[in-house]
């Protein structure tokens, strides 16, 4: 993982649906789906302090109580107004204290800033009182999630910079251009967030298909609610299904869907973690063995930038 010096699973588990936004998910289910994707070979779990405002890091607090020798990444940032100022030492510290108690630690292993505004990675005393906390012992590393290309390649430049955590899946590929040969050069980790396209991607989904009023693929496909991005990775729904239904064929043989989108970003060079999310433990154990099956052709790899191109790109390169 980058400068953090730890090895993880290439797969790992996003604990966002864990906490809200995707539906009521019970807290015994949900600690299922944790320890079905540990038994699975998961060794990262990527929280945010913001996920049912702190739920999702309580929950996967439980689960590192009783698997020791994980490694936890949390994000903070998003539970206050954003604006740079908020950005502040004395801030940190109370993020920290919060997550720490929430996660049931002393050391943080890995603190990322919560897509902040594009100003806070200018700021070189942000990145002071970062350094600040790691000589405190509050964490052990730091990183950024990121909306933008450009956002990325600011913080790549970083020394203290462990990870960068980015949008990266098969309806998002502007990141393979100049993000992760960057990260990959300067020896800084790259995780890839929203690998389904919001479930777009695991081939589920239709025309018809109705999602609950607390489910972002519902309220927030206009960003009503916080960056249009982060649902169905801003893609519109119609244009995504039809791309998904271009992407079939290409599937190999034995492989779902989903487990072939998430071998596509597995196969992408300088990949630290891919982290998907799991409502249930048969969904932890699928996406899990995505890691178990060969590299996708060199084929197959140009025909998905090919339908990118013709029914993607023109939507989402120029905006992230």
């Known amino acids: 993982m980058g400068r953090t010096g730890r090895r993880v699973g290439v797969v790992g588990l996003g604990a966002w649906q864990l906490g809200a936004d995707w539906g009521e998910v019970d807290e015994a289910d949900a600690l299922a789906t944790l320890d079905a994707a540990v038994d699975a070979g998961v060794t990262f779990i990527d929280t945010a302090d913001v996920y049912g405002d702190g739920r999702s890091e309580r929950i996967v607090g439980k689960l590192i109580k009783r698997r020791p020798g994980l490694t936890v990444a949390t994000k903070m940032g998003r539970r206050v107004p954003q604006t ?38 200018e700021d070189d005393r942000v990145f002071d009182a970062l350094d600040t906390l790691v000589s405190e012992g509050r964490i052990a590393n730091y990183g950024v999630s990121v909306e933008t290309v450009s956002e990325a390649l600011t913080a790549i430049a970083r020394p203290g910079v462990a990870s960068v955590q980015i949008i990266l899946n098969a309806f998002r590929l502007k990141p393979l251009d100049e993000v992760l040969p ?126 990118y191109d013709e029914l993607i790109r023109p939507q989402v390169h120029h905006r992230w």
């Open 84 to 121: 740079p100022e908020a950005y502040t030492l004395e801030n940190f510290r109370a993020w920290n204290d919060r997550s720490r108690e929430n996660l049931g630690v002393d050391t943080l292993d890995l603190v990322q800033l919560h897509c902040p505004p594009s100003a806070v990675y």
């Open 182 to 307: 960057a990260a990959e050069k300067a020896g800084v980790g790259i995780i890839a967030r929203v690998p389904l396209a919001s479930g777009l991607l695991s081939g589920k989904y239709g025309p018809q298909t109705v999602f609950g009023e607390d489910d972002h693929r519902n309220y927030n496909r206009q960003g009503e609610a916080f960056d249009v991005g982060e649902t169905f990775s801003g893609v519109e729904y119609g244009v995504g299904l039809q791309a998904v239904d271009r992407l079939r064929p290409l599937v190999p043989e034995g492989m779902t869907m989903a487990q072939f989108a998430l071998r596509w970003v597995v196969d992408q060079s300088g990949v630290s973690a891919v982290i998907p999310g799991a409502r249930n433990p048969a969904q932890a154990r699928s996406n899990a063995a995505a890691a178990e099956f060969p590299p996708l052709s060199a084929e197959v790899q140009s025909a998905v930038r090919d339908v």
